[in-house]
Nanobody, 124 residues
Framework: QVHLVESGGKLVQAGGSLRLSCAAS????????MGWFRQAPGKERDFVAT????????YYADSVKGRFTISRDNAKNTVYLQMNSLKPEDTAVYYC?????????????????WGQGTQVTVSS
């Protein structure tokens, strides 16, 4: 397993932007497919985005497509989530996750390792 630590969450106004980071431990980061999920109070943990090992392929939930961008820097063992045009409904705890399988993962159950989460609050 890989140890993940998210950062960058904060309070932001609607329409604003935020970049989340997720730093991974170890020297095998490039062998993991990465994902971002979010969980609002009282709701299930939802898929946001996923990115392949090389960073060449990514996939997004419909609710964030065109507004969010997932990227990774394998030299820095870090995956990012750039969030633009934020809406109040984006308010949630955001988690990054890693999976050792090659294929992109869209379900939380597909991931092996999780960070502790970072709070994003979007005010209207």
């Amino acid at each position: 397993q890989v140890h993940l630590v998210e950062s960058g969450g904060k309070l932001v106004q609607a329409g604003g932007s935020l970049r989340l980071s997720c730093a991974a431990s170890g020297h095998t980061f490039s062998t993991y497919t990465m994902g971002w999920f979010r969980q609002a109070p009282g709701k299930e943990r939802d898929f946001v985005a996923t990115i392949s090992r090389s960073g060449g392929t990514s996939y997004y939930a419909d609710s964030v497509k065109g507004r969010f961008t997932i990227s990774r820097d394998n030299a820095k063992n870090t995956v990012y989530l750039q969030m633009n045009s934020l809406k109040p409904e984006d308010t949630a705890v955001y988690y990054c996750a890693a999976r050792s399988a090659y294929a992109l993962g869209y379900r939380a159950s597909a991931y092996d390792s999780w960070g502790q989460g970072t709070q994003v609050t979007v005010s209207s």
